[in-house]
C-alpha cells in the first residue's frame, strides 16, 4: 500500500514529540531566572518517575573506562545502563574533562530528563599539586592561609571536572592511634571550628555557581574521631556532654558556613550505626540545624549496617538509612535496588524519597550544573590550572607555615649558608613519593620536592648524603599500603661514616606517606621500623643533630627530646615539602606553627589531650602518696602540648588586663602586650584559654577560646585583645542547650597551652 504525504508529515510529528518526551531537556528550567531554586526543583521534581528520583540518590564510582567501549554485560553493564536511564546522580573518582565529559554527556544528552551528574572526588589537601596534609596545615593555625589552601586545591579540582570534594573532616580526635587524624585538625573544638569554617570558604568561595567553586562535605557525622582504641571504623561510646560540646560544634560550624554537604560515619553512636540513626541525621543536623543540603553515606556505609547487627539485609538497611535521613548512597547499591519496592509496599513514605531528591537537586542547581552542565569541562583551562605556578606557590606558602619548631638548644638552628660540612641522613630525605602523604588520589608519584633536592638549592656548604636505612621494604599487595624496614641495618654505616665528618647532622626520619590515613591505625607511635636505633647509632658518633620529623600524627620522641639538640615537626608537607624545610632550616622563613594535637610521652598515655577534666583527687602532696590519679611509671605531662611551637627569636608576654562589661554589653574583654625580645621578626600565634571554676556540669581545666596569629620586629610590642562573649563562656548541657551560668572564671594567655599568664574574673 502506497502511503500518503500527510501520513508521512504525521509520523514525523510524533517522533519529534516522542523525542521530546525521551529528552526533556526543553524544561525551561535552566532558562527561567526569575524563579527561585526551590520553585526549579518542585517543578523538576513534579515530573520525574518514582525511579528517577531514586536514581537521583544512587551514586556510583567510576565503573568503566569511559574512553573504552561500553561494558555489555555483568555490574559494570548494568550500572551504565543505570546511567543511560537516568538512576545515577552522582559519581565519584572520575577525574579529567576529557572522562567526566563523557558521563556527563550521558546523563545531560541520553536520559529523559537530562538532569547532570554531580562528580565527588577526594580532595583532602589538594587534587594534583598537594599541599600539606590538613592536620599539618591546622598547626599553622592561619585561617586565611588554610582557606586559601581550599580555595587552591578548588580551582585545580574544579579544572579537571570536579564539582564536590569530600572534605573537610571536621572530626575532632585525641587519640594518636587513629590514623585519620591526618585529615583533621586536631583534638580542639575551637580550632577545629575555625578550620573547618576556612576550608568550607575556601572550596565553595562566595558563590557556588561559578567554576572555580566546588561543593563542601563535613564529615563524618559523628564521633568518628572517638573510635575506641585508636582503631578505624571501630564503635564510638561517648557521653552527652562530649557530644555536645566537643564533637558536635565544628559541624554547626561548617553547617552555618554554608557548607552543602554532609557525610555520615562508618561508626555507631549509643548502639545505633550514624548511616541509620535519625537522632543525628534527621533530629539535629536537618531539624534543630535546619540543614538544607544533603547527606551521603560513607563508602558502602549503608550495606554495613548488616554487619553491624543493626540491618537485617540489604532491603532492611535501605529502609533505615532512608527513613534515618541519609540522601544518597555511595556504593551500596541499595537505594537503587531496594527503595522503589518499599515505597510501592508502603514501608517507605514517598515524602522521604521526595525530601532526599530535592536536596540533592538543590545542590546541582546552586553549582549553576542545570545551567551549564560542561561549564567545569575546558580542556584549555584544565591544562593551564593544574600544576601551574600559582597553584605551586601557594602549595609551598602552605607548608612553611605548617612547620613547627619543636626544640632548638643551643640555636642549632638556623644553619648556616655557607662554610658547613651537612649529613644529611634517612631514606625520608630522599624520598619524592612519601612527603605527599596519604589521601592523594590524582598526584603522581614522585613529584614532591625531596629535603635532599631543597637543600642541594643552597650551595654554600657541603652536603653529604646517606640513607641509613630504608623505613619501607616494598608495597603491600594493596598499592597504597607499605611494609616497614624492621630489620635491614646493612647501610647503618654509610650514615655514621658521613656523620663523623660532619659538622651538623640533618636527619629525617618518621612515618611513611602511607603509615597514616584511613584504615592506618598504629599501636606503637614511635619512630617506625629499625630508625630509632639509626638515630641512636648517629647520635653516638655525632650529638650535633637536627631531627626532621616526617609524620601524619604525633609520636612519642621521648628518647629524641631528651638528646636530640633541634627537633623539627615538619609533618608530611605535599609537593613542595623540600622547599619548605630546606626555607626554615637556613632561616629564609621563621618557624611560627603551633601543635594541633597534644605530643604524648608514651602511647600508655593515650588518649591525652589538654583540655581534660580534674578528678577529685588531681593530686596529693608527698612523695609516697600513690591514691591519686597517675601512672606509677610514666608522668601525667605530655612531651609536647597543645598549642607549642618555637621560633628562632623570643616573645614575651606582660600587662594581662581584663574588661569584664558582660552584664552591659555581654562581653569579656581580655587583653596583652607581646613584645619579640629577639632579634629576627617572626610571628606568634597568642593563645587565650579559660577555666569555668564551678558549673552545673564539670568543665576542663583549660579552653582555648581565643587566638590571634601576631607579626614582629625585634623589639616591638603590640597590644593584642580578645573578646569572650557568650559564645566562648557558656557551654551546652546534657539536654543540649546551650547555656551560660554566673561564677567563677580563670584566664590564662600565652603562647601555648602551657600557658604564662593568667588573671580571674566574676560572671
Not at 548502639?271 to 547527606?295: A, H, I
Not at 612547620?403 to 634517612?426: D, H, M, T
Request: with cysteine; glycine share 8%; proline share 3%.
Amino acid at each position: 500500500m502506497k502511503l500518503s504525504k500527510y501520513y508521512y508529515l504525521v509520523l514525523a510529528g510524533l517522533l519529534i514529540i516522542s523525542c521530546k518526551n525521551n529528552n526533556e531537556n526543553d524544561l525551561a528550567i535552566s532558562d527561567d531566572k526569575t524563579s527561585s531554586i526551590d520553585d526549579k526543583v518542585a517543578t523538576l521534581l513534579s515530573k520525574m518517575t518514582l525511579e528517577e528520583k531514586i536514581g537521583q540518590m544512587n551514586q556510583y564510582n567510576g565503573f568503566w573506562d569511559v574512553t573504552g567501549p561500553v561494558p555489555e554485560n555483568g555490574d559494570q553493564a548494568k550500572k551504565y545502563e543505570h546511567l543511560r536511564k537516568g538512576y545515577v546522580g552522582s559519581m565519584l573518582n572520575v577525574r579529567g574533562v576529557k572522562d567526566v565529559r563523557a558521563v556527563q554527556k550521558i546523563a545531560v544528552e541520553e536520559t529523559r530528563l537530562g538532569i547532570p551528574l554531580i562528580i565527588g572526588f577526594d580532595v583532602i589537601h589538594g587534587y594534583e599539586t598537594l599541599s600539606p596534609i590538613p592536620i599539618a596545615e591546622a598547626a599553622s593555625w592561619d585561617l586565611k592561609a588554610i582557606k586559601k589552601s581550599a580555595e587552591v586545591a578548588a580551582k585545580e579540582a574544579s579544572a579537571a571536572g570536579i564539582n564536590w570534594t569530600f572534605a573537610p573532616m571536621v572530626d575532632i580526635s585525641r587519640d594518636a592511634r587513629w590514623g585519620r587524624v591526618m585529615e583533621g585538625a586536631g583534638e580542639d573544638t575551637y580550632l577545629g571550628s575555625k578550620i573547618a569554617v576556612a576550608r568550607v570558604k575556601g572550596f565553595q568561595s562566595d558563590d557556588l555557581s561559578t567554576p572555580f567553586s566546588i561543593a563542601a562535605c563535613a564529615k563524618h557525622f559523628a564521633a568518628y574521631g572517638f573510635a575506641e582504641a585508636g582503631r578505624d571504623y571501630n564503635t564510638a561510646d561517648v557521653g552527652t556532654s562530649t557530644l555536645y560540646n566537643i564533637i558536635f560544634p565544628p559541624f554547626k560550624a561548617a553547617k552555618d558556613a554554608g557548607v552543602r554537604t554532609f557525610m555520615n560515619s562508618f561508626n555507631e553512636l549509643n548502639g545505633v550505626p550514624s548511616t541509620g540513626d535519625e537522632y543525628l541525621q534527621r533530629d539535629v543536623l536537618k531539624g534543630q540545624w535546619q540543614f538544607d543540603g544533603f547527606v551521603v553515606s560513607d563508602w558502602g556505609s549503608i550495606t554495613e549496617m548488616i554487619a553491624h547487627g543493626h540491618a537485617e539485609n540489604g532491603k532492611h538497611a535501605a529502609e533505615l538509612a532512608v527513613k534515618a535521613g541519609s540522601d544518597m548512597d555511595m556504593e551500596s547499591y541499595l537505594y537503587v535496588e531496594e527503595l522503589a519496592g518499599l515505597v510501592n509496599d508502603g514501608t517507605v513514605n514517598i515524602k522521604d524519597i521526595n525530601d532526599a531528591t530535592s536536596r540533592i537537586l538543590r545542590v546541582k542547581f546552586e553549582l549553576g550544573l542545570f545551567e551549564d552542565p560542561y561549564k567545569y569541562l575546558d580542556e584549555t583551562r584544565e591544562k593551564e590550572v593544574i600544576g601551574s605556578q600559582e597553584i605551586h606557590d601557594a602549595a609551598l606558602d602552605m607548608a612553611k607555615k605548617s612547620i613547627v619548631l619543636l626544640k632548638n638548644e643551643n640555636n642549632i638552628l638556623p644553619l648556616k649558608k655557607e662554610g658547613q660540612k651537612i649529613a644529611l641522613i634517612g631514606a625520608l630525605a630522599s624520598d619524592k613519593t612519601s612527603p605527599l602523604g596519604s589521601w592523594r588520589i590524582a598526584a603522581k608519584d614522585s613529584t614532591a620536592v625531596s629535603v635532599l633536592e631543597g637543600l642541594n638549592k643552597y650551595s654554600g656548604n657541603t652536603i653529604t648524603y646517606a640513607k641509613g636505612a630504608d623505613v619501607s621494604i616494598g608495597k603491600t599487595e594493596f598499592a597504597f599500603e607499605v611494609k616497614i624496614n624492621t630489620s635491614d641495618k646493612r647501610d647503618f654505616n654509610d650514615a655514621i661514616k658521613v656523620a663523623k665528618k660532619a659538622d651538623v647532622v640533618v636527619m629525617v626520619l618518621g612515618e611513611h606517606g602511607f603509615q597514616s590515613g584511613e584504615g592506618r591505625s598504629r599501636t606503637d607511635l614511635g619512630l617506625p621500623g629499625v630508625q630509632q636505633q639509626l638515630l641512636e647509632a648517629v647520635y653516638k658518633v655525632n650529638k650535633n643533630i637536627v631531627l626532621v620529623l616526617n609524620n601524619g600524627r604525633p609520636l612519642t620522641v621521648t628518647w629524641a627530646d631528651k638528646n636530640i639538640p633541634a627537633i623539627v615537626e615538619a609533618w608530611q608537607l605535599g609537593t613542595q615539602s623540600g622547599n619548605a624545610i630546606a626555607q626554615v632550616l637556613y632561616g629564609d622563613y621563621n618557624p611560627s606553627g603551633k601543635l594541633p594535637m597534644t605530643f604524648p610521652r608514651h602511647v600508655g598515655q593515650v588518649p591525652i589531650y589538654y583540655n581534660y577534666k580534674n578528678t577529685g583527687r588531681p593530686t596529693l602532696p608527698g612523695e609516697d602518696i600513690v591514691f591519686w590519679s597517675h601512672y606509677q611509671d610514666e608522668k601525667n605531662t605530655p612531651l609536647y602540648a597543645f598549642g607549642h611551637g618555637l621560633s628562632y627569636t623570643t616573645f614575651k608576654y606582660d600587662n594581662l588586663k581584663i574588661e569584664n562589661t558582660f552584664s552591659e554589653n555581654k562581653t569579656v574583654t581580655v587583653s596583652v602586650d607581646v613584645t619579640n625580645t629577639g632579634e629576627l621578626k617572626g610571628k606568634e600565634v597568642v593563645q587565650l584559654y579559660i577555666r569555668d571554676l564551678f558549673a552545673s556540669i564539670t568543665r576542663p581545666v583549660k579552653e582555648l577560646k581565643g587566638f590571634e596569629l601576631v607579626e614582629l620586629d625585634p623589639n616591638q610590642t603590640k597590644t593584642i585583645t580578645l573578646s569572650l562573649t557568650q559564645e566562648e563562656l557558656g557551654f551546652f548541657n546534657n539536654q543540649g542547650l546551650f547555656i551560660v551560668e554566673d561564677g567563677d572564671f580563670e584566664v590564662f594567655v600565652g603562647g601555648s597551652s602551657e600557658t604564662v599568664l593568667t588573671d580571674k574574673f566574676k560572671l
